[in-house]
């Protein structure tokens, strides 16, 4: 093992695999590679505290004290033009080739591009980097309007940051729900009336046809019905699409991500992928999901790290969520596609309930809004493989967890899932 492990991507998956790698006693090289020139960072708070707080600080994954004193060579502001896979190299941007025993992929998401005329304009800007947030955090402390593009979660927790500092926000979302199939409809109409109570103006159903501007900066978003809607500042939050392209050229196999088996390893065994861009068989539903989630990036780093110490653990981890848009704490564990039945719990006026959603009489997953409990005690029933009824979800918090206490005593073996 003397050229080590090179990874790329200094995102949350990059830096937990660098620090497991270490954690499982691997005693090779280590290089983590970031195409920013920032100390790796914890990106929730961007389309939070960072850009409503002129003060507010990035917040380091890791204190440079741990790269150094975990023998990790970071190497920031270095891009990777392309991957030889038969000579187990990379081929620097600018010049120079760098050999590896084993790579890891952690190359993420990147925002999808805005088909629209005017969407060149400045002052039309998207969130995925610390430097994206620190051109809206700019911007937006000079513009009254602004018009957000889409209505999934960064768009929401940035829709509600902005109103929360006064300014006049519109959401325009072109299917007819907040979203998506993020969270069940119930879910996403709280969120709504939530946000509308606050002075955020939501516009479902609705798409833009075009975007004008003055002197090269936009100045309105145009609606296919005509509506003009002013903006000094436009932000587009519409999906994120792998960023796949050095595995792609490399030979990978690839199908919205790369494709890794339950190991973490690509279809050439010494490249691993994990975070947002990979593709893979989930466990718990059959079906092919690429996540994009902290939990999610962290969970597979570790598994990675394993893997390639000479491990043969398959990725089992609980899947889950969080978002916070305003006043609400969004928690998800499990994922909730091909539910048919659902159960309430707790009290919408109150801004505090639970969603269990049922296959059958399997619990598939659990939505929160300001119930942290229900979440924690979601995750612990979803790991152990417990459904409870719904009778005993009605009975309340103590009584799931009475029930899952009786079911993990005649299941011990559950306990650590």
Known sequence: MKNGVVIVGAGHAGVQAAASLREEAYDGPVILIGDETDLPYHKPPLSKTFIKDTEAKPQPLRGEAFYTGSAVDFRPGVRINRIDTGNRSLEIAGGGALAFDHLILATGSRPRMLPLPGSDLSGVLSLRSLNDARLIRELSARSDDVVILGGGFIGLE???????AGRTVTVVEAVDRLLGRAVAPVVASHVRQRLEATGVRILTGTSIARLEGENGHVSAAVTSTGERLPARMVIVGIGAVPNVELAESAGLATANGIRVDHQMRSSVPEVLAIGDAASYRHWFTGADVRLESVQNATDQARLAARTIVGHADDYSAVPWFWSDIGDMKLQMVGLTAGGDSHVVLGDLPDNKFSIYHYSGDRLLGIESVNRPGDHMLGRKMLGAGFSPTPE???????????????????EPSRAAG
Do not use: H, Q, S
């Not at 940035?158 to 929360?164: E, K, N, Q, S, V």
């Not at 005993?392 to 005649?410: H, S």
């Open 392 to 410: 005993t979800i009605a009975a309340g918090p103590d009584g799931l967890k009475a029930a899952l206490a009786a079911f993990l005593e005649k």
């Open 158 to 164: 940035i829709a509600a940051t902005l109103r929360a």
